[in-house]
């Protein structure tokens, strides 16, 4: 499975836009980039997934480069509900096994 | 999407004791996971469950320690045993739908605390 690299922290103000980058350097043809959302007291829950360009859903984006060794997801005009930690899993299709690095914390400020 | 009920949501065991965690699925799924998530970090694997075969254990976790029972399509449980302060944490079941390709659903997971 991919590693993947995600800064530790982030912090914003409501109605900023957020781009949380993650690095997978050793990402292989048949993995797809999946993000996921943790608040406290809850498990992670699906937000996006994308194998390459540019993803859009009712909730945030993700641009992937063509070379597939970083992806950046995107939260346009955040909110203080979007506190949460965000998850960046690479990995293949049919045998599919989540496996999670530390994740980014967001804040997000009044 | 899969939803997962999870039971109980949480739980505080005397030491040396055994905790046995239920997972439900409401609908027949072929991979369960079952994670662990220590306070203030991320997940970790434990071991993957499937239906009619033995669960295949991630480094550092044994039978003995974490007994999984996969009895159908639907249903899991995890058991913590010969507890100790050390396994306080939240406990995490999950499953794949293969037809979603790699979208994993998780339960609320149960807050174990170990005194």
């Known amino acids: 499975l991919a590693k993947t690299t995600q800064p530790i922290s982030m912090d914003s103000y409501e109605g900023q836009e957020v781009n949380i980058t993650c690095s997978h350097n050793?990402?292989?043809?048949?993995?797809?980039i999946t993000w996921y959302q943790q608040f406290p007291s809850q498990g992670p829950r699906f937000i996006i997934q994308?194998?390459?360009t540019k993803v859009t859903n009712e909730v945030a984006s993700l641009f992937i480069p063509a070379d597939r060794k970083s992806s950046t997801l995107s939260l346009p005009r955040v909110s203080l509900s979007d506190t949460a930690v965000y998850y960046c899993?690479?990995?293949?299709?049919?045998?599919?096994?989540?496996?999670f690095g530390r994740g980014t914390s967001l804040i997000v400020h009044p | 999407s899969a939803v997962i009920s999870q039971k109980p949501s949480r739980d505080i065991c005397q030491r040396g004791t055994s905790l046995t965690i239920q997972c439900q699925v409401d609908?027949?799924?072929?991979?369960m996971f079952w994670y662990r998530q220590q306070p203030g970090q991320s997940l970790t694997l434990i071991a993957t469950?499937?239906?009619?075969?033995?669960?295949?254990?991630e480094s550092g976790f044994v039978i003995d320690k974490f007994p999984i029972s996969r009895p159908n399509l639907t249903f899991s449980t995890l058991t913590v045993s010969n507890m100790s302060p050390e396994d306080s944490s939240i406990y995490l079941c999950?499953?794949?739908?293969?037809?979603?390709?790699?979208?994993?659903?998780f339960g609320q997971g149960t807050r174990l605390t170990v005194v």
């Open positions: 999950s499953v794949d739908e293969q037809a979603k390709n790699t979208e994993a659903f």
């Open positions: 050793n990402i292989a043809t048949n993995d797809y």
């Open positions: 994308g194998y390459k």
């Open positions: 899993l690479v990995a293949s299709g049919g045998s599919y096994i989540p496996t």
């Open positions: 609908s027949q799924v072929t991979m």
């Open positions: 469950a499937n239906q009619g075969s033995e669960a295949t254990y």
